[in-house]
């Protein structure tokens, strides 16, 4: 079978990765973390090699592709709150695979609007009510230490969700069990530095 694209990579990846994880080269088992390590390291590269095989604009992000980024986020998730990597960046919206691992800030964006699809693992997706102890963050956001009030939502692979722009929003994830999702943020206010999470 003939693949093109970001399919190629992804295939070329996994075979690479596969040979590297079972094959038996000299010396340690540390030469083969090492070349584990660049190889994954590499998969940020993926989208744009998607765009190249495109008009400019286009991405194309395959399941496989998904899963591969997926792993390395859990590799490096730790005792983090979350990690993400940026799939694509376009005018006005970005695309980010995100794993949360704990529970973070509550949020609120101003003039954004977020579409999360659920990737992997469950979550409850808590929308509405009053932010508490809200403090303000550059590029119009807000976060807080939770949500006074709100519906409450399990949220899980394939579920869809949309936020409106100025709603509070948290996702509640169960200790030890990481949630991933794919996050489309709509009218993205341009980021000049991170936003600790």
């Not at 709100?150 to 409106?164: A, L, Y």
Request: neutral net charge; charged residues 20%; aromatic residues 8%.
């Amino acid at each position: 079978m003939q693949y093109s694209g970001c399919h190629a990579l992804v295939r070329k990846y996994s075979e690479t990765f596969r040979y590297f994880h079972t094959a038996s080269l000299p010396g340690s088992s540390l030469v083969r973390a090492l070349m584990i390590a660049l190889l994954l390291g590499m998969v940020s590269t993926w989208t744009a090699a998607a765009e190249a095989a495109g008009p400019p604009g286009f991405g194309l992000w395959t399941p496989v592709g998904i899963k591969a980024v997926g792993a390395h986020l859990k590799e490096t998730l730790g005792d983090k709150k979350l990690v993400s990597d940026i799939l694509g960046t376009y005018k006005g919206h970005s695309v980010y695979l995100v794993l949360r691992g704990k529970t973070g800030d509550a949020e609120y964006h101003e003039t954004e609007e977020d579409l999360q699809i659920g990737v992997e693992g469950t979550a409850t997706f808590v929308i509405g009510g009053e932010l508490i102890e809200p403090r303000k963050l550059p590029r119009q956001q807000q976060m807080g230490s939770g949500i006074k009030g709100g519906d409450k939502f399990k949220v899980g692979p394939g579920d869809i969700v949309h936020v409106p722009p100025a709603v509070p929003h948290v996702l509640i994830i169960e200790p030890n069990k990481p949630y991933l999702y794919i996050l489309v943020k709509l009218d993205e206010v341009p980021r000049t530095t991170d936003i600790p999470r």
